[in-house]
């Protein structure tokens, strides 16, 4: 149980354009999702919280108009790269939570996403 | 802010034998939980072990266990029986009083030798 998946898993898009990514919990309600991303040979760093039904909270540095984050549903979040740049290039991994009991995240396998 | 330091880039280990990471953290909370995550080649992030800082007694999960010390401020993996499954980056994440907004450590490559 507890699966998260992310779609699409690899995407290339050229400078100028939007991309969006998405993330499902195919077997559990997520209350809250996470967006983080991972330079090549780092660590994850958190960019946002999403609560279903309310806006991210963004952390700070991360611009909250180039990254819209979106969680409509209890099962599903969305990234969208607005006008990306190639220094948006990046592995981006989402995790879910659901409500109360366990603190644990469960992890998306990621989107690697190339721009050009 | 919370802060998460792994001070080792890089470890190895033979097969069969006993490893250990490293972890410190620097928070001002009482109530907290760390956790250890497993990320393979394939990128997927798999938790191995949870600490929740209230519980004095260290996790175990299997040949995975961890020793806490809260008073230093550390949170160090022990890995007994190496295996070649166990080849994969290690990331340290303070978690804060809910488990939420993960910060993690720089991580560890573990490489495991036959």
């Known amino acids: 149980g507890a699966v998260v998946s992310q779609h699409p898993s690899r995407v290339i898009c050229k400078s100028g354009t939007s991309v969006k990514i998405e993330c499902r919990s195919l077997d559990f309600q997520a209350t809250t999702m996470f967006w983080y991303r991972q330079f090549p040979k780092q660590s994850l760093m958190l960019m946002a919280t999403?609560?279903?039904?309310?806006?991210?909270?963004?952390e700070q540095g991360v611009e909250k108009d180039k990254f819209l984050i979106n969680h409509a549903s209890l099962t599903l979040s969305t990234l969208t790269v607005t006008s990306a740049h190639p220094e948006d290039s990046s592995f981006y991994i989402c995790?879910?939570?659901?409500?109360?009991?366990?603190?644990?995240?469960?992890f998306g396998p990621g989107t690697r996403l190339t721009v050009t | 802010a919370q802060t998460v330091t792994q001070s080792q880039p890089e470890m190895s280990v033979q097969e069969a034998e006993t490893v250990t990471l490293s972890c410190t953290y620097d928070t001002s909370e009482s109530d907290y939980y760390l956790f250890w995550y497993k990320q393979p080649p394939s990128r997927q992030m798999i938790l191995v072990i949870r600490q929740e800082a209230y519980k004095q007694q260290n996790a175990t999960e299997n040949r995975f266990s961890v020793n806490f010390q809260k008073a230093a401020k550390s949170f160090s993996l022990k890995i007994s029986d190496s295996q070649l499954g166990d080849a994969a980056m290690y990331f340290c994440?303070?978690?804060?009083?809910?488990?939420?907004?993960?910060?993690f450590g720089a991580g560890t490559i573990l490489r495991v030798k036959s």
């Open positions: 999403s609560n279903e039904g309310s806006k991210a909270t963004y």
């Open positions: 995790s879910a939570r659901t409500a109360g009991g366990s603190y644990e995240q469960y």
């Open positions: 994440a303070y978690g804060g009083e809910y488990g939420n907004k993960l910060v």
